[in-house]
């Protein structure tokens, strides 16, 4: 029987790193170092291995990032696993999710445990996206569950995963909707299909999504926050090199009434997308009155992101910007998230 082709591109993270002479892990293995730590992947699959980067992903682009996707849409394989950090996988994934339109399983995993600890968790969760990329379940879905995330033997759609814990070892989870699937022995149990609308909506206005960097800022509020960044933001003509600005609001879209004028001034110059801070939406439309309320902040013109949290609303307002969106596009779009 013919081995499904899975193409494994590693871009570097703690599933590759190794102690130098003080003890200290950096980057050095690369895609062959990750298959070889897992004899059974040959019994599972025709694995092809490929290192891109050696690069935690903390240090990963946007440009790198969809130079990657591109690279996937022309892969002639049966699955694709990238292997990569943690530090900001919720945001990679999501991106891939974005971009890449196969029908093929594409799947992102990683590791929470270095190669140097007792039961490093890399070699599990490689294995098991491997596993999940040959299962006749996902091969048939692919295309409904977009780009999966595969941690600690669950599966979870790109656009919900979140890194819910700085060193964990269980640090992922879907907390809006839970994971798609799991793991037991070694067979996928689906648990549910991820409502892919939105995304699918989205992805069919950023085909052009190959144009140059635009840095969009995320800014996080708190109690009290004075503004002094909105109002630098507002009052410098090309604001301080940002194309776009996502906040991290408060409750169901709520910022403090101190800066509530200063956002709304912003949002007239460049598109500003008002997201969640507790993790995920969806947010309130007509609740709340006030000048800082959500019913105020939409009708100032900011655009709401729906059950994105400000790191994925980042990523997709980055994605649109790149594409040549305008404002009335860009929250099109956001609106499909609820």
Known sequence: MTLPRIQILALGGTIATSPDASGAMQMGLGADDLVAAVPLLATLADIRAETVSRVGSHSLSFDQ??????????????????????????????????????????????????????????????????????DPWVKAHARSLGVVAVMLDEIYAAADVLKIHPTRLNAFASPQTGPLAALVEDRVVPLSLPVRA???AARKRLTAAEGREQPVALLWLGLDEPGYI?????????????????????GGGHVPERVASLVGQLSEIIPTVVSPRAGGGPLLRQTYGGPSSEIALRKAG???????????????????????????????IFETFG
């Open 230 to 250: 909105l109002e630098a933001m507002v009052d410098h003509r090309d604001q301080l090199g940002y194309r776009g600005v996502v906040v991290g609001a408060m």
């Open 65 to 134: 990032m969809h130079a990657l996707a591109a690279k996937i849409m022309g892969l002639d394989v049966d699955g694709v696993i990238v292997t990569q950090g943690t530090d900001t996988l919720e945001e990679t994934s999501f991106l891939l999710d974005l971009l890449v339109e196969r029908d093929i399983p594409v799947i992102v995993t990683a590791a929470m445990r270095n190669p140097a600890l007792t039961s490093p968790d890399g070699p599990g969760n490689l294995l098991a996206a491997v596993r999940v990329a040959c």
């Open 198 to 200: 939105p995304v699918e």
């Open 302 to 332: 900011l655009i709401f992101g729906g059950r994105l949290n400000p790191l994925k609303a980042r990523v997709l307002l980055q994605a649109c910007l790149r594409a040549g969106l305008d404002r009335t596009a860009i929250a099109e």
